[in-house]
Nanobody, 122 residues
Framework: QLQLVESGGGLVQAGGSLRLSCAAS????????MGWFRQAPEKEREFVAL????????YYTDSVKGRFTISRDNAKNMVYLQMDSLKPEDTAVYYC???????????????WGQGTQVTVSS
């Protein structure tokens, strides 16, 4: 089992920044590709960003490219999502997830955190 706990969410004005953190414990963290997903009210959970096990490869959904940056620190069992130039449409619960594959789809991720709320005011 891999346990994931997100933190760092909050309320921010449009144009502002937040940094989300995800702490992992349990099985070998460095063996997993890590992703961030988000779910807005009454919407499906959607993919946001993905990073490979070593941190050398990243992938983003188009709507966050150039604004969000995913990173990881395997020595600390942490993954991060730096969110800049935030927009009201970024408002959602953000989830950290772990996968052994490289497909940015919900079903490919076996382990999930409980989520952290991000609210961007206009």
């Amino acid at each position: 089992q891999l346990q994931l706990v997100e933190s760092g969410g909050g309320l921010v004005q449009a144009g502002g920044s937040l940094r989300l953190s995800c702490a992992a414990s349990g099985r070998s963290f460095s063996g997993y590709n890590m992703g961030w997903f988000r779910q807005a009210p009454e919407k499906e959970r959607e993919f946001v960003a993905l990073i490979n096990w070593s941190g050398s490869i990243t992938y983003y959904t188009d709507s966050v490219k150039g604004r969000f940056t995913i990173s990881r620190d395997n020595a600390k069992n942490m993954v991060y999502l730096q969110m800049d130039s935030l927009k009201p449409e970024d408002t959602a619960v953000y989830y950290c997830a772990a996968s052994t594959g490289w497909v940015p789809a919900r079903d490919e991720f076996a382990y999930w955190g409980q989520g952290t709320q991000v609210t961007v005011s206009s």
